[in-house]
């Protein structure tokens, strides 16, 4: 089992920053790739990046550009940095994991290669 908790969301006005944390714990070894998902209101639920955390530590984005994804391997925190920050980014974020290969899953669309989940962190984003 891997148990992953987000957190660093909140409320940001238009045009800032923003760093999401996600905790990873339990069995780790299972993990090969870190991905983060969000999720509007009255929206599907849409990839955001993806990170394969073994061996290279390739990132992928959907929508490359305001974000960056990255690991510190010595606390096993998996981050997603966004700059820019505009209104339509309000939605709740999630980090989720899986054994698979980033370029394997479906990162880019609901996540459903991925088996596991936090519980989400909300991000506001006010004009």
């Known amino acids: 089992q891997v148990n992953l908790v987000e957190s660093g969301g909140g409320s940001v006005p238009a045009g800032g920053s923003l760093r999401l944390s996600c905790t990873t714990s339990?069995?780790?070894?299972?993990?090969?790739?870190v991905a983060w998902f969000r999720q509007a209101p009255e929206k599907e639920r849409e990839g955001v990046a993806c990170?394969?955390?073994?061996?290279?530590?390739l990132a992928y984005y959907v929508n490359p550009g305001r974000w960056t994804i990255s690991r510190d391997n010595s606390n096993g925190k998996v981050y997603l940095e966004v700059d820019n920050l505009k209104p339509e980014d309000t939605a709740t974020y999630y980090c989720?994991?899986?054994?698979?290969?980033?370029?394997?899953?479906?990162?880019?669309?609901?996540?459903?290669?991925?088996?596991?989940w936090g519980q989400g962190t909300q991000v506001a984003v006010a004009s």
């Open positions: 339990g069995q780790s070894f299972l993990v090969n790739s």
């Open positions: 990170l394969t955390t073994a061996p290279h530590g």
């Open positions: 989720a994991a899986t054994n698979e290969y980033c370029v394997h899953t479906d990162y880019r669309g609901r996540g459903r290669d991925f088996k596991y």
